[in-house]
């Protein structure tokens, strides 16, 4: 069974960094690309970065370019989002999810980020 | 960028009804386009992707069409289990990807 699960989300100040992990079983991580997909409270939802099977190709929308890094661990099964330069504006519930192309196939089931002083 | 514009934003209506969604993208993105299903505290969960290719386990009363730029998502018969909100999203060439809007269903 593919199972994708998020941790690392938390209360952090503005400006303040945190490292969401995202944890994979059940199929052969290095064989997919990986996405970190966002949803602010109520609202609806945004694609944040995604990086190819090996690594060599990622991709960032421009809100969080230059402050995230999405990086992966084939040896580890595991997903992780870096995130520098917090703002109010990133606070969200952080999905990790798999595609081969752009189909979001498999979700994980979230972790809540909260950026306030 | 490209831009998915989705539409309604909302509806109401009854179980067995025929429901239907439209997402229009800016520009031509061919079939590189997928529909979710999420329900409230949940994880989105990929319905049909490259427009019109169900994906397994999904019940058939759920269909898509379209292609280029006009998209068109169904629901055949509205179940009350089919209540929650539908997104869009375009996979053209290289990211970023967006999503449209969403669509909250509602029973009548």
């Known amino acids: 069974e593919v199972q994708l699960v998020e941790s690392g989300g938390g209360l952090v100040q503005p400006g303040g960094s945190l490292r969401l992990s995202c944890a994979a079983s059940?199929?052969?991580?290095?064989?997919?690309?990986m996405s970190w997909v966002r949803q602010a409270p109520g609202k609806g939802l945004e694609w944040v970065a995604n990086?190819?099977?090996?690594?060599?190709?990622?991709y960032y929308v421009d809100s969080v370019k230059g402050r995230f890094t999405i990086s992966r661990d084939n040896a580890k099964n595991s997903l992780y989002l870096q995130m520098n330069s917090l703002r109010a504006e990133d606070t969200a519930v952080y999905y990790c999810?798999?595609?081969?192309?752009?189909?979001?196939?498999?979700w994980g089931q979230g972790t809540l980020v909260t950026v306030s002083s | 960028d490209i831009q998915m514009t989705q539409s309604p934003s909302s509806l109401s209506a009854s179980v067995g009804d025929r429901v239907t969604i439209t997402c229009q993208a800016s520009?031509?993105?061919?079939?590189?386009l997928n529909w979710y299903q999420q329900k409230p505290g949940k994880a989105p969960k990929l319905l049909i992707y490259?427009?019109?290719n169900l994906e397994a386990g999904v019940p058939s009363r759920f269909s898509g069409s379209g292609s280029g730029t006009d998209f068109t998502f169904t629901i055949s018969s509205l179940q009350p289990e089919d209540i929650a909100t539908y997104y869009c999203?375009?996979?053209?060439?290289?990211?970023?990807?967006?999503f449209g809007r969403g669509t909250k269903v509602e029973i009548k």
């Open positions: 999810a798999r595609h081969e192309f752009g189909d979001l196939d498999y």
């Open positions: 059940g199929f052969t991580f290095s064989s997919y690309w």
């Open positions: 990086i190819k099977q090996d690594g060599s190709e990622k």
């Open positions: 520009q031509d993105i061919s079939n590189y």
């Open positions: 490259d427009a019109s």
């Open positions: 999203q375009q996979y053209d060439t290289l990211p970023p990807w967006t």
